[in-house]
C-alpha cells in the first residue's frame, strides 16, 4: 500500500526534528590541556647531543578526565634554529604515535639571497588540526597554521583520553638547538544523547512500520466498543 501524503508530510517533520536536535545534542564540547615546559632540543642526556642533534626528553601532558576521544587538535610551541631538522610525535595513553611533523620537511627551507636554500628557525606555535585546509608539508611563511599532520589526529578517535599523553621531538642533524615551551590538547568528546531524539526516532521508525507493512500482516485493532463493554 502506497503511503499517503499525510503520512509522508510526519515523517519528513520527524526526520527535520530528529537531523536538527542531534545535531545540536552530538555537537560536542571541547576540554583543552595545556602544559607549560621548558625542554632543550635535544637533550644534554641524549649521547648524541654532543654533536648537536638527539632526542628531546619527553614533554608529558596529563589529562585526568576520563571520557571517549571525538576529535583531538594540538599546538606545539616551540623556538629551534632549523625547524627542518625536527620530527614531532604525539603519543596517546593508549601507545598509538602520530606523526605530526617531520623530519626533512621541505616546507622549513626557503631561498636566500644566493640563490641557495637556509632552514627556517626562531619561535613558532604549531597548530596542527585535521580539518585545515593546508598540510604542514605545504606551510609558507609566516607559518601561522592551522595545519593538517602528517598523519591524522584521527588516529586516536574513540580511545580512552584519561592519562599520560607525551610529545616527542627527534633533533635529526647537527649544530642547531632549541627548546618547547608550551603543548596545548583541544580534545574533543560527544555529549551523551538525550532522551528527546531517541522518543522522536522512535516515533519515526513506528510510523515507518505501519505504512511499509503489507495488507496481509498490518495488525487489526480491536473495535473501541468492543474494548469498553
Request: a negative charge.
Amino acid at each position: 500500500m502506497r503511503m499517503d501524503a499525510r503520512a509522508r508530510k510526519w515523517i519528513f517533520v520527524v526526520v527535520a526534528i530528529v537531523v536538527g536536535v542531534g545535531s545540536a545534542v552530538f555537537a560536542g564540547s571541547v576540554n583543552i590541556y595545556r602544559s607549560n615546559f621548558d625542554l632543550l632540543i635535544p637533550s644534554p642526556d641524549d649521547p648524541n647531543s654532543q654533536f648537536g642533534k638527539g632526542r628531546m626528553t619527553d614533554a608529558v601532558i596529563e589529562v585526568p578526565d576520563s571520557f571517549l576521544i571525538r576529535d583531538v587538535d594540538v599546538v606545539v610551541a616551540l623556538t629551534h634554529e632549523s625547524f627542518f631538522d625536527l620530527e614531532i610525535i604525539l603519543q596517546s595513553p593508549d601507545g598509538t604515535n602520530v606523526l605530526l611533523n617531520p623530519a626533512g620537511n621541505l616546507a622549513f627551507l626557503v631561498e636566500d639571497e644566493g640563490g641557495g636554500f637556509k632552514p627556517v628557525g626562531g619561535s613558532i606555535d604549531m597548530f596542527f588540526d585535521d580539518e585545515a585546509d593546508v598540510s604542514i608539508e605545504q606551510a609558507a611563511e609566516p607559518f601561522v597554521g592551522p595545519y593538517r599532520p602528517v598523519e591524522g589526529l584521527s588516529g586516536f578517535d574513540g580511545e580512552e583520553a584519561y592519562g599520560l599523553w607525551r610529545l616527542r621531538i627527534n633533533d635529526w642533524w647537527q649544530d642547531d638547538i632549541g627548546s618547547l615551551q608550551r603543548v596545548e590538547l583541544m580534545i574533543t568528546i560527544p555529549e551523551p544523547a538525550t532522551v528527546i531524539p531517541l522518543l522522536l526516532g522512535a516515533i519515526l521508525l513506528r510510523l515507518y512500520k505501519r505504512w511499509r507493512l503489507p495488507p496481509t500482516t498490518r495488525p487489526v485493532l480491536p473495535d473501541y466498543h468492543s474494548c469498553i463493554n
